[in-house]
């Protein structure tokens, strides 16, 4: 660090230089911690780069063959792409600007300092920017090369549309930012919350109701592949509608191939123009609404403050102070089959989990959006005759419904052990020992999140209309991969422990983290491939029996070397742990 | 010089802080006491700018904390209970940042840094990262960073918690060598032993309310104590505790309606 000099100063640039430094340090610590470990992270990211862009190529160009709608078709790809990334980029926004700026200790720390509220905003709008944004545009990158080098695309459209894409990323921060300000400031507003309940409420009801399949009408093998794309073609609509900046960007990036400069050019400049607007309306408006917010949040003192049935039940709790809980009476039930301090473990868990709003939040809406795209399978199940579409849809579910369960297992399950670590105090010095805390944690996690998988599961065997002996046999496989994953995450949780950090997403940002996070989604890879192959769909002719049990032997062994050992592993270790 | 004119903070139905005024003079030392859950860290906060008053002001140095908030925290210094640091960074690293966020020369900042951390003996942790120091060395380097700026006002919320005793002894004699230097100083503190030792006087916060402030003698005439600080502190939050009961009520709550 060189500078500070008094002529010219920019504390933006200051904290900027300072968090690169912290940023850069902390990819160093990584790095240093174990590099054979990183290497394998390398191989495989790597490894996706390539397996994604292998594959959006081939179906792009698979799309383009199509019969009179191939550049309908590839055009709407690119337009679903860029919509969906927009969406995604705004609700990961909104969820890391809220806690950037409103549970987080540097911006505590900043609002003491020498600095405008103005800057502190501005540092930590870009920073949520880049956290918010980073991930999706690595997923995304191989896509659009694929798309470009199917398309023939010229060498200047990859520039093009890279600088594209880093201007389209600020809106959806924008957005994400601005509404996280408001929330925090009117939370606890009555309007707000009834606002927000009805407008979640509507959403189920149009995803339950409005979207009620509807009936084909003719029977004609080539007509209902028409009439199918015509449908797929008019559900998704949504995605060219000419307010969305997303529409802006793959007009933009389209007409650049096409070679109409113009017109990619007009596209670009609104683009800009609503980046520069909305960009220079962050930066210089929003200090004092943030310290507003910020203020209100750290002086909340409860959320419903504002209902009456809720102080009645406040001051109703108030009285019975020393009731024992619900959860703790509930647990009792298992008297005689878990050990008192066990139960109380498990009691305190459920309640932690509870109380913390992110955590069952994030894992409300993945699971949600799973729900919501599972139940919505009916559509296709009408038209997708062909036994294969049905085969390969059942693995994508299994596969998809895996890794969601692999998220939460590394966002939630894996910090756990090194967030009791925090307080070993506690447990740690309790005479209970630290490998009954591991197992107790494992199989709580394990058998909660048994529920969800297993359901959704079923769930989708049951939308696609599979036979009983199918269904059963998914039913299997998530539970072997339910029982894995949480190994997996229990058992690196305890082999790579943080007791420094007390922010559970910090803990799995770190080295621990992100290879338990990459082993659970090459497990899930190769689990449905494994799976794959192990049962052959009813309409292949010769079943090649070697394979099938190449299959299934693979699918255990992989499942007990990446879940079963690690658990083992974590156990020992915490038999004899040293803080 | 700080002055709290009629602070009140309400979270929800709790009054947290309830109608306190406040003068403290340029360069006196002054120390609050009370039970917990007193109110003296959300008083603290309000002082700093970090949470607005539900009504009421407070002034550092003439600013107000929320009107002017930046030529207010160019003059103060603020040391939470738990102060956040760049993990990553090194002491002298950090040191430096907290230099040039509050604009000092180059020059300056290395001659007033070099004295405070032969003072605070950091010397020998100065190329380490801070993730790796012990707790009171991260709070001495906390110390050490925010005096950097000759602050006018200088705020502390329970500094000793992690010092060893010749750390603590350090910390003493610097903020009181400051103090007869000019620099004011808020300290919050439970160790009623630091607050008589050091402090011109003393203020006693109790349920939100100053119940008393004056030197340790006008203390202990108002408690009717004689002897040590700890006599009159029981006493006078004990007081204060039974006049609320004759009242008839534990402390005044009034919802936000
Ligand atoms: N963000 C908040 N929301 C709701 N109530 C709060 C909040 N912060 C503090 N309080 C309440 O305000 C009261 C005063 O707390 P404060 O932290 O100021 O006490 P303190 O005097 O610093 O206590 P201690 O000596 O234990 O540090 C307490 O009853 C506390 O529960
Ligand atoms: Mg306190």
Same mark, same amino acid.
């Given at each position: 660090?060189?500078?500070?000099?008094?002529?010219?100063?920019?504390?933006?640039?200051?904290?900027?230089?300072? #968090?690169?430094?912290?940023?850069?340090?902390?990819?160093?610590?990584?790095?240093?911690?174990?590099?054979?470990?990183?290497?394998?992270?390398?191989?495989?990211?790597?490894?996706?780069?390539?397996? !994604?862009?292998?594959?959006?190529?081939?179906?792009?160009?698979?799309v =383009?063959?199509f019969?009179g709608l191939g550049e309908v078709l590839v055009e709407r790809m690119l337009f679903l792409?860029?919509a969906?990334?927009?969406?995604?980029?705004?609700?990961?926004?909104?969820?890391?600007?809220?806690? #950037?700026?409103?549970?987080?200790?540097?911006?505590?720390?900043?609002?003491?300092?020498?600095?405008?509220?103005?800057?502190?905003?501005?540092?930590?709008?870009?920073?949520?920017?880049?956290?918010?944004?980073?991930?999706?545009?690595?997923?995304? !990158?191989?896509?659009?090369?694929?798309?470009?080098?199917?398309?023939?695309?010229?060498?200047?459209?990859?520039?093009?549309?890279?600088?594209?894409?880093?201007?389209?990323?600020?809106?959806?921060?924008?957005?994400?930012?601005?509404?996280?300000?408001?929330?925090?400031?009117?939370?606890?507003?009555?309007?707000?919350?009834?606002?927000?309940?009805?407008?979640?409420?509507?959403?189920?009801?149009?995803?339950?109701?409005?979207?009620?399949?509807e009936?084909?009408?003719?029977?004609?093998?080539?007509?209902?592949v028409l009439g199918l794309m015509d449908r797929l073609l008019k559900r998704t609509d949504f995605a060219q509608n000419?307010?969305?900046?997303?529409?802006?960007?793959?007009?933009?990036?389209?007409?650049?191939?096409?070679?109409?400069?113009?017109?990619?050019?007009?596209?670009?400049?609104?683009?800009?123009?609503?980046?520069?607007?909305?960009?220079?309306?962050?930066?210089?408006?929003?200090?004092?609404?943030?310290?507003?917010?910020?203020?209100?949040?750290? =002086?909340?003192?409860?959320?419903?403050?504002?209902?009456?049935?809720?102080?009645?039940?406040?001051?109703?709790?108030?009285?019975?102070?020393?009731?024992?809980?619900?959860?703790?009476?509930?647990?009792?039930?298992?008297?005689?089959?878990?050990?008192?301090?066990?139960?109380?473990?498990?009691?305190?868990?459920?309640?932690?989990?509870?109380?913390?709003?992110?955590?069952?939040?994030?894992?409300?809406?993945?699971?949600?959006?799973?729900?919501?795209?599972?139940?919505?399978?009916?559509h296709?199940?009408?038209q997708?005759?062909?036994?294969?579409?049905?085969?390969?849809?059942?693995?994508? #579910? *299994?596969?998809?419904?895996? *890794? #969601?369960?692999?998220?939460?297992?590394?966002?939630?399950?894996?910090?756990?052990?090194?967030?009791?670590?925090?307080?070993?105090?506690?447990?740690?010095?309790?005479?209970?020992? *630290?490998?009954?805390?591991?197992?107790?944690?494992?199989?709580?996690?394990?058998?909660?999140?048994?529920?969800?998988?297993?359901?959704?599961?079923?769930?989708?065997?049951?939308?696609?209309?599979?036979?009983?002996?199918?269904?059963?046999?998914?039913?299997?496989?998530?539970?072997?991969?339910?029982?894995?994953?949480?190994?997996?995450?229990?058992?690196?949780?305890?082999?790579?422990?943080?007791?420094?950090?007390?922010?559970?997403?910090?803990?799995?940002?770190?080295?621990?983290?992100?290879?338990?996070?990459?082993?659970?989604?090459?497990?899930?890879?190769?689990?449905?491939?494994?799976?794959?192959?192990?049962?052959?769909?009813?309409?292949?002719?010769?079943?090649? *029996?070697?394979?099938?049990?190449?299959?299934?032997?693979?699918?255990?062994?992989?499942?007990?070397?990446?879940?079963?050992?690690?658990?083992?592993?974590?156990?020992?270790? !915490?038999?004899?742990?040293?803080? | 010089?700080?002055?709290?004119?009629?602070?009140?903070?309400?979270?929800?139905?709790?009054?947290?802080?309830?109608?306190?005024?406040?003068?403290?003079?340029?360069?006196?030392?002054?120390?609050?006491?009370?039970?917990?859950?007193?109110?003296?860290?959300?008083?603290?906060?309000?002082?700093?700018?970090?949470?607005?008053?539900?009504?009421?002001?407070?002034?550092?140095?003439?600013?107000?904390?929320?009107?002017?908030?930046?030529?207010?925290?160019?003059?103060?210094?603020?040391?939470?209970?738990?102060?956040?640091?760049?993990?990553?960074?090194?002491?002298?690293?950090?040191?430096?940042?907290?230099?040039?966020?509050?604009?000092?020369?180059?020059?300056?900042?290395?001659?007033?840094?070099?004295?405070?951390?032969?003072?605070?003996?950091?010397?020998?942790?100065?190329?380490?990262?801070?993730?790796?120091?012990?707790?009171?060395?991260?709070?001495?380097?906390?110390?050490?960073?925010?005096?950097?700026?000759?602050?006018?006002?200088?705020?502390?919320?329970?500094?000793?918690?992690?010092?060893?005793?010749?750390?603590?002894?350090?910390?003493?004699?610097?903020?009181?060598?400051?103090?007869?230097?000019?620099?004011?100083?808020?300290?919050?503190?439970?160790?009623?032993?630091?607050?008589?030792?050091?402090?011109?006087?003393?203020?006693?916060?109790?349920?939100?309310?100053?119940?008393?402030?004056?030197?340790?003698?006008?203390?202990?005439?108002?408690?009717?104590?004689?002897?040590?600080?700890?006599?009159?502190?029981?006493?006078?939050?004990?007081?204060?505790?039974?006049?609320?009961?004759?009242?008839?009520?534990?402390?005044?709550?009034?919802?936000?309606?």
């Open positions: 660090m060189n500078g500070g000099g008094s002529k010219f100063f920019s504390p933006l640039w200051l904290l900027l230089r300072t #968090n690169g430094l912290q940023a850069w340090r902390r990819l160093l610590s990584f790095r240093d911690q174990s590099r054979l470990l990183s290497a394998a992270i390398m191989v495989f990211v790597a490894g996706y780069l390539w397996l !994604a862009y292998l594959l959006f190529y081939k179906a792009m160009r698979f =383009s063959y019969p792409l860029f969906f990334l927009f969406t995604m980029l705004m609700l990961s926004n909104l969820i890391i600007s809220f806690t #950037n700026l409103f549970r987080n200790r540097e911006s505590t720390y900043l609002l003491t300092m020498p600095v405008s509220t103005d800057t502190i905003f501005r540092w930590k709008f870009i920073e949520s920017s880049i956290l918010a944004s980073w991930a999706f545009v690595f997923l995304i !990158a191989p896509l659009v090369t694929a798309f470009g080098h199917s398309q023939k695309a010229p060498w200047h459209f990859y520039p093009i549309t890279v600088t594209l894409i880093l201007l389209f990323i600020v809106l959806p921060t924008v957005a994400g930012s601005w509404f996280a300000v408001l929330l925090a400031r009117f939370m606890d507003r009555r309007a707000f919350q009834v606002a927000a309940i009805t407008v979640a409420i509507g959403a189920i009801c149009y995803v339950a109701f409005g979207t009620a399949p009936q084909m009408q003719d029977d004609f093998e080539d007509t209902r000419p307010v969305l900046p997303s529409y802006w960007l793959s007009s933009g990036v389209l007409r650049w191939l096409e070679g109409a400069f113009g017109s990619a050019v007009f596209f670009m400049l609104v683009l800009l123009s609503n980046v520069l607007f909305f960009g220079f309306l962050s930066f210089t408006r929003l200090g004092k609404p943030f310290y507003e917010a910020a203020s209100v949040v750290q =002086s909340r003192g409860s959320l419903f403050g504002h209902w009456e049935w809720f102080r009645k039940w406040r001051d109703f709790k108030g009285q019975r102070r020393y009731e024992i809980g619900f959860l703790e009476r509930a647990f009792a039930i298992f008297k005689g089959w878990l050990p008192g301090d066990v139960r109380a473990m498990l009691v305190k868990d459920i309640r932690v989990f509870w109380r913390d709003t992110t955590q069952w939040g994030q894992t409300l809406m993945l699971f949600g959006l799973l729900g919501v795209y599972i139940i919505n399978l009916r296709f199940s009408q997708l005759t062909a036994p294969f579409w049905i085969h390969v849809v059942s693995y994508l #579910n *299994l596969g998809a419904s895996a *890794l #969601n369960l692999a998220t939460l297992t590394t966002r939630f399950v894996y910090p756990q052990f090194s967030l009791e670590g925090r307080r070993v105090w506690i447990v740690g010095m309790a005479p209970i020992g *630290l490998p009954k805390v591991v197992t107790a944690k494992y199989w709580l996690t394990t058998i909660a999140s048994l529920g969800v998988t297993l359901g959704l599961t079923v769930l989708s065997c049951h939308m696609l209309q599979l036979p009983w002996e199918r269904t059963v046999m998914f039913a299997l496989a998530i539970t072997v991969m339910t029982l894995t994953l949480n190994g997996l995450a229990v058992g690196l949780g305890v082999l790579y422990p943080n007791f420094r950090e007390e922010n559970p997403s910090k803990i799995v940002s770190g080295f621990g983290g992100t290879f338990c996070l990459v082993l659970s989604f090459l497990y899930i890879v190769a689990s449905v491939v494994l799976l794959a192959m192990g049962t052959p769909w009813p309409g292949a002719s010769d079943v090649d *029996l070697g394979k099938v049990l190449f299959g299934w032997v693979g699918f255990g062994l992989l499942s007990v070397l990446l879940g079963w050992v690690p658990l083992k592993l974590g156990l020992k270790r !915490a038999a004899h742990f040293e803080y | 010089m700080i002055e709290l004119l009629d602070l009140v903070k309400r979270f929800g139905d709790l009054v947290a802080v309830n109608h306190i005024s406040l003068k403290v003079e340029r360069g006196e030392f002054f120390a609050v006491l009370g039970p917990n859950a007193a109110g003296k860290t959300t008083t603290i906060k309000m002082l700093t700018g970090l949470i607005k008053p539900t009504s009421g002001r407070a002034l550092i140095a003439g600013c107000d904390v929320q009107a002017q908030p930046l030529e207010a925290r160019r003059k103060l210094a603020y040391v939470p209970d738990f102060p956040f640091l760049y993990d990553k960074l090194t002491p002298w690293e950090f040191l430096r940042f907290t230099g040039q966020m509050f604009r000092m020369e180059e020059k300056q900042f290395e001659a007033k840094a070099r004295t405070l951390v032969e003072r605070f003996n950091l010397e020998d942790f100065l190329r380490k990262p801070i993730e790796g120091l012990s707790h009171g060395t991260r709070q001495r380097v906390a110390i050490a960073s925010a005096l950097l700026h000759d602050p006018e006002v200088f705020v502390i919320d329970e500094p000793m918690v992690g010092l060893d005793p010749h750390h603590a002894r350090v910390v003493k004699d610097v903020l009181k060598e400051r103090s007869l230097q000019g620099m004011t100083v808020f300290l919050s503190t439970h160790q009623l032993s630091v607050a008589e030792e050091m402090a011109d006087r003393i203020g006693i916060i109790h349920q939100g309310r100053l119940v008393a402030v004056g030197t340790n003698e006008e203390l202990r005439r108002q408690s009717g104590q004689d002897g040590a600080l700890e006599k009159s502190f029981l006493s006078l939050t004990k007081q204060e505790a039974n006049f609320n009961e004759e009242r008839g009520q534990a402390a005044p709550s009034a919802g936000n309606k």
